[in-house]
């Protein structure tokens, strides 16, 4: 089936250290979104991807939409204590059920 | 108002038990979702409703029984539940299914006993 694979699935950084998580799925996806849980938390929307190859910034967070649509990164600059937290990438399912194919997440700790 | 609230924030039960969870957003939104998330997992869809007509159904064991009561509220029947189903449940919506992030709610976390 449908599968959406994120890696890695923990990372350890210093604070002030930059911070990538990838996401590949097995088909290509009209579309790919991103969500944060903070620890004890919900998963926040943070941002879509729709085109081939796009990019999208938020202060210092990069997300990237492969070229094939299936693949994304999202990329942290300068880590800072509050981006504690799990990062998820979802896509939605093949038929446009309106499911959302999550990522198994990369759940990244800063240490001051 | 881009908030989904979920009652209650916590819910220990035996196995024999009945309770509800309850959910409920007012943004109009026409797509409301029910997920269960054991730690570190991602969220695992349950339902979905949409303009209050159940969607999809996970092939969710019987003993979970959900209801939307109108096109704000959200519910979730627990029946002779297992200790196997103690979790964080989620409860989402969207505008419309398929369309656009997922506003999710802060969860219930359920212990069965």
């Known amino acids: 089936g449908q599968q959406v694979m994120q890696i890695p699935q923990y990372q350890h950084v210093q604070e002030g250290e930059d911070f990538t998580t990838y996401c590949n799925s097995s088909t290509t996806l009209s579309n790919i979104q991103w969500y944060k849980q903070r620890p004890g938390g919900h998963p926040v929307f943070l941002i879509q991807?729709?085109?081939?190859?796009e990019v999208k910034k938020q202060k210092r967070l990069t997300f990237q939409f492969g070229e094939a649509k299936k693949n994304s990164s999202l990329h942290i600059t300068a880590t800072q204590t509050t981006d504690v937290g799990t990062y998820f990438c979802a896509g939605p399912s093949s038929g446009n059920t309106g499911k959302l194919i999550f990522g198994q997440g990369t759940t990244l700790q800063v240490k001051p | 108002d881009t908030e989904v609230t979920q009652t209650p924030k916590h819910l220990v039960m035996g196995m024999t038990n009945k309770k509800s969870l309850k959910c409920e957003q007012h943004?109009?939104?026409?797509?409301m979702y029910w997920y269960k998330q054991k730690a570190k997992k991602p969220p695992e869809l349950m339902f979905v409703y949409s303009y209050e007509k159940l969607s999809i159904n996970e092939s969710v064991p019987s003993r979970f029984s959900p209801e939307c009561p109108n096109s704000s509220l959200l519910n979730l029947h627990l029946h002779a539940l297992q200790p196997e189903d103690s979790a964080l449940y989620l409860c989402?919506?969207?505008?419309?299914?398929?369309?656009?992030?997922?506003?999710f709610g802060p969860g219930t976390r359920l212990t069965v006993t």
């Open positions: 991807l729709v085109k081939s190859g």
């Open positions: 943004m109009g939104h026409r797509a």
């Open positions: 989402a919506s969207s505008q419309v299914q398929g369309l656009g992030e997922q506003y």
